[in-house]
């Protein structure tokens, strides 16, 4: 079972209160962008196994959006954190580090600001 | 006017705890700048109560206020008080970017009482009803089953359970289905 702390309410959620949201710190292409960069926003998806990082919604509880970092393989939790930052925070990365070091997911990466 | 009733008007069910319709509730659904000093004052003369700390509830004589998020509270106030309340409340925020809505029609409010209270709750709830866990002037947004509710535990170990008015038959039958008098478990 999956567990987050909520960074809203400090509520200890467990799956069914929750809604998952897919992948976290997507960039939106819309309208000028290319046809390969609409793609690509529409169906390419990062599939690691390892670090990941998700958007979950606190649906049964106080209904905020909210990003969470996680290993797809062991279903350990690195943390939660706030909504209203398109990158993953630095003290979520550190704390990554700390438990993964090397890790990487995207454009982010282990010693990389 | 027609006569208002609360969802089950009055219904009681009696098993390892007990199940009340808990009558007619005024509610208040209060979004803003819960630092704000004009919403801290307009809650206060609302209920008599102060805005609760973060997962809690504030009990005062004639009312109540219980943190829903960072940005929304729910006030309780007299039934009968429920409209003029919410103009009130309106009128001392005004300027301010907030909004407060009387949603008393749209809720159904239960009483849960008795030894198995924390136990029936924990059936139907995933959440930590331990003693330790749960203490009184706790206030949770959850889900009862299927459905969401939210419910707080008062000091004499009853729990008030507030949900959508639409869905109050299901829990009140849900609650009496987990309260009845040979399901009893015991882990709390
Ligand atoms: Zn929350």
């Not at chain 1, 069914?16 to 897919?22: F, I, S, V």
């Not at chain 1, 710190?25 to 670090?51: A, I, Q, T, W």
């Not at chain 2, 630092?35 to 009312?63: C, D, M, R, Y």
Request: hydrophobic content about 40%; charged content about 25%.
């Amino acid at each position: 079972m999956l567990i987050l702390e909520c960074p809203y309410c400090g509520v200890k959620a467990e799956e069914t209160e929750l809604a998952a949201g897919g992948e976290a710190h997507l960039k939106r292409f819309g309208p000028g962008s290319s046809d390969d960069e609409f793609h690509d926003y529409l169906f390419m998806r990062e599939n690691p196994k390892g670090v990941h990082f998700e958007r979950w919604r606190h649906a049964n509880g106080c209904g905020k959006w909210f990003h969470a970092a996680r290993c797809t393989m062991t279903l350990e939790v690195f943390g939660t954190y706030t909504a209203q930052t398109s990158v993953p925070t630095q003290e979520i990365q550190d704390k990554i580090a700390a438990k993964r070091p090397g890790w990487t997911w995207r454009e982010f990466a282990d010693g990389k600001k | 006017m027609s006569k208002a009733v609360s969802v089950l008007n009055g219904a009681q069910y009696t098993g390892i705890a007990k199940v009340e319709d808990a009558g007619l509730q005024g509610m208040i659904t209060l979004r803003g700048d819960l630092g704000s000093k004009a919403l801290k004052a307009a809650v206060k003369a609302a209920t008599g109560a102060e805005v609760p700390a973060q997962g809690s509830v504030n009990v005062a004589k004639n009312g109540a206020v219980a943190w829903m998020s960072t940005d929304e509270l729910l006030l309780l106030v007299p039934y009968e008080d429920a409209v003029a309340k919410t103009a009130e409340v309106a009128e001392a925020l005004k300027g301010e970017h907030a909004l407060a809505v009387n949603v008393s029609d749209a809720r159904a409010f239960f009483r849960l009482s008795g030894e198995g209270a924390r136990e029936v709750l924990g059936k139907v709830s995933p959440v930590d009803f331990d003693a330790a866990a749960f203490v009184p002037g706790q206030f949770r947004r959850s889900r009862l089953a299927q459905v969401a509710g939210a419910f707080w535990l008062n000091e004499d170990g009853s729990f008030y359970i507030v949900c959508f008015r639409s869905v109050g038959e299901y829990v009140f039958k849900l609650l009496s289905t987990a309260a009845h008098p040979q399901s009893k478990v015991g882990v709390y």
